[in-house]
């Protein structure tokens, strides 16, 4: 039998056009089965999820750190398809640290995979833009386009030069490759034991990155005695954290104190006389009373002082010393300086303490 006869049919019964057409009617149908299902070349299927997955970029170069922005499009080991959601930055020993969180599209309720991989923390990624290109290590997985981070108050206690004491000030805001993290909420200065510098206590809002239960800024905890350490005025400086969660509560306290001075330091002690550092008073005489002694050349005085004090601590101090009976407090202007024994709290008044102190 002929496969095509002189009618054109296929063994005598079928057109040979007629089946060409069924032929194409049926690949088109399973092309489309195909795409439907998933085929066609390994394609995603079924309804779609987004995954927050949290990068840690480690200690990069600032110059590098500053090309990293919330929107960036970016590349995952190779895949395509990533988004920067969010982004936190602190400073770093050699350089800056740095932690984001990107977007993923995957199947719902499939394994996030990444260029065939499934994403799992601990799993090193390269991470690649127009801008930049970086090894990260997989944090966290979450459904949270935006990173833990918040401001907690915090008290640091450092040793600054007085020129960078001067350049502080309350309301600044302290940046890390063009990102906040921290202001300075107010700031107390207090002269320090080596000539030229200054105790600084920094009343700070900082950016802190919640891990569990902990808090940390950077890969500090910020626990009291940890050391923070945040580029300010031009240099990087290094504070211990004397309190989580509050202020440095600055209160001015009336003293009585008494001490034995030169006698010409004695006479050049006036009323209305100001203890100044770092442009700020932090304690003025409000009374003075100067009295004989067994050496001609030596007078003992008393006095009323109104100090700028720090309660923080649970005990008001007068920057590291406690103001307690018997403290030696410093007292400094452009013309004498001299030290006197704190007698009482409270009162400035010094008829209730020349007899009875």
Known sequence: MEIIDKQGRLFGTVNVVDAL??????????????????????????????????????????FVIEQVDTGDNVTLDGSKGATVTDTYFTPAANGTSGVVRVNVTHVANATLSVAGEPVRIGRQLGVTSDAYALNATVRDVGENAELPVTDRRTVLRGTVTDAVANRISAGQEIRVAGNRVATVEDVAAYNADTQGQRTLYLDASVRTYASGDTARFGETRVETGQTVTLPIAGTRFSGTIDRVGGGFDQVTESVLTSGVVPADVARQIETGDSYEVAGQDIATVENVTAYDTDNPDRKRVYLGISVETLGHSGELQFGPRSLQRGTTLPFRTDRYEFESELLRRGTADLQSTTEDA
Do not use: C, F, H, I
């Not at 057409?21 to 299902?37: D, K, Q, W």
């Not at 390994?42 to 970029?57: A, C, N």
């Open 21 to 62: 057409v069924v032929l194409l009617v049926l690949a088109v149908g399973v092309a489309g089965v195909a795409l439907v299902v998933g085929g066609g070349g390994g394609g995603p299927s079924g309804p779609m999820e987004t995954k927050y997955v949290t990068l840690d970029l480690g200690s990069q170069p600032e």
